[in-house]
């Protein structure tokens, strides 16, 4: 009990912490037309149109070398998009220029998303750092928000774990975007979805509920550690959606787990321990400034 609830005072903080610049930056939304999801949303990519943007780093070199187009892309899809291209900013020293460049070649080929531009410099006292923007296009008029859960929805934990060499890591992810999209086009019913990245699974399923302003009992743990980050996706959806999207993940061997259900009752439960109590939860959900 005391491991979980340092977790999830842990994930709160990490939430928390966007929250001044967004307030800022708040008002920025009204100067762009046709604007689906900005800073208001909160979301992990914007969508202007059916285009839909992310961009994500810096990420220390050796880490950007194996998974920045592949965290970066990771949110395009979520929100029901393909991605279409890339482009990325490095700093590096001469000498690492192709150890990063090589990475991100093979994240590139294994995921079918050129890098077609961006900025490359070798300033040797800045440190090495590297950020990925990733460009994609909705698929349908169906755009899939992190704040559109409902009451009674299962949660689903979908895709592999993303580890291993640069092409294992890259082909574990290509099989969640595909399987992720099938899923979409074949009109199954999905309400939310978020990458269980940066924080863990159960920063990204607190701050799923908070936007949703709803609850959630788990009956599983889908990952021992709660803040490590995995690379899958959090997905909720209608109880007669579970047949469809199970289908559709064994065609593809796409691993998924069902580890809970959405509540109207705003508590965090796991089994029938509440971790987070309706006051505790009211109060979380107005220090967030989102708005669906």
């Known amino acids: 009990m005391e491991c979980i609830n340092y977790e999830i005072n842990h994930a709160i903080e990490h939430m928390l912490e966007n929250n001044y610049p967004r307030k800022q930056f708040w008002n920025m939304d009204l100067q762009i037309p046709d604007l689906k999801a900005g800073i208001r949303a909160g979301d992990d990519s914007i969508i202007v149109g059916n285009k839909v943007y992310n961009m994500e780093g810096p990420y220390p070199l050796v880490l950007g070398s194996k998974t920045a187009l592949i965290h970066t892309s990771c949110d395009i899809v979520a929100m029901g998009a393909k991605p279409i291209f890339a482009m990325d900013s490095i700093q590096a020293k001469p000498e690492e220029i192709k150890m990063v460049i090589d990475g991100l070649k093979k994240q590139s080929v294994g995921l079918d998303i050129p890098i077609i531009g961006g900025n490359t410099q070798t300033i040797e006292e800045l440190k090495s750092c590297v950020s990925v923007m990733v460009h994609g296009e909705l698929i349908s008029d169906k755009i899939i928000y992190d704040a559109g859960s409902k009451s009674d929805d299962v949660l689903v934990m979908l895709g592999h774990p993303i580890e291993g060499d ?51 009992k788990l009956n599983s743990i889908p990952y021992p550690r709660a803040t490590r980050y995995l690379g899958t996706y959090i997905v909720s959806i209608p109880e007669e959606s579970l047949n469809d999207v199970l289908k559709i993940s064994l065609e593809n061997r796409c691993p998924i787990m069902n580890f809970g259900k959405v509540t109207e009752e705003k508590t965090f439960l796991i089994g029938n321990e509440e971790y987070i109590d309706k006051n505790r939860m009211i109060q979380l959900i107005r220090s967030f400034p989102y708005k669906k």
């Open 166 to 216: 640069i092409g294992e890591r890259a082909q574990k992810a290509k099989n969640k975007y595909d399987t992720f999209l099938e899923i979409l086009r074949n009109d199954v019913e999905v309400h939310a979805c978020k990458d269980a990245s940066r924080g863990g699974w159960l920063c990204n399923l607190l701050e799923m509920i908070l936007k949703a302003k709803v609850g959630v």
